[in-house]
Nanobody
Framework: QERLVDSGGGSVQAGGSLSLSCRAPGITTGRYFMGWFRQTDETPREGVAAIDSDGTTTYADSVKGRFTISRDSAKNTLYLQMNNLKPEDTAMYFC????????????????????????RGQGTQVTVSS
């Protein structure tokens, strides 16, 4: 199931920025919703941001105005630019791809419980210190 390769995590101080990348080798990403999720040992897994092949985006309320999701179809790569990071953003982040046919709206997929995906990355750690 893990066929996505995510990277770019690290440690920053509050207010700093990080950029995550997610490669999808051998996958026609235009067929899928693409998104970022995060999880810690103490909190449930949360949908952070998602994007459709036409560029439609949706975000969790907790990251609106600070995070930006984008995709480069030519490079089969998904990105997450994270600005003004807060300690509560500390988590393991991973990218995921879901069949568009399973959902009516992008937001429904991002907020679904339990989450579902066809492919996911192995995860990259983001740590924000105060």
């Amino acid at each position: 199931q893990e066929r996505l390769v995510d990277s770019g995590g690290g440690s920053v101080q509050a207010g700093g920025s990080l950029s995550l990348s997610c490669r999808a080798p051998g996958i026609t990403t235009g067929r899928y919703f693409m998104g970022w999720f995060r999880q810690t040992d103490e909190t449930p897994r949360e949908g952070v941001a998602a994007i459709d092949s036409d560029g439609t985006t949706t975000y969790a309320d907790s990251v609106k105005g600070r995070f930006t999701i984008s995709r480069d179809s030519a490079k089969n790569t998904l990105y997450l630019q994270m600005n003004n990071l807060k300690p509560e953003d500390t988590a393991m982040y991973f990218c995921a791809a879901e069949s568009r046919a399973r959902w009516d709206r992008l937001r429904d997929w991002l907020g679904a419980q339990p989450q579902s995906w066809v492919y996911r990355g192995q995860g990259t750690q983001v740590t924000v210190s105060s």
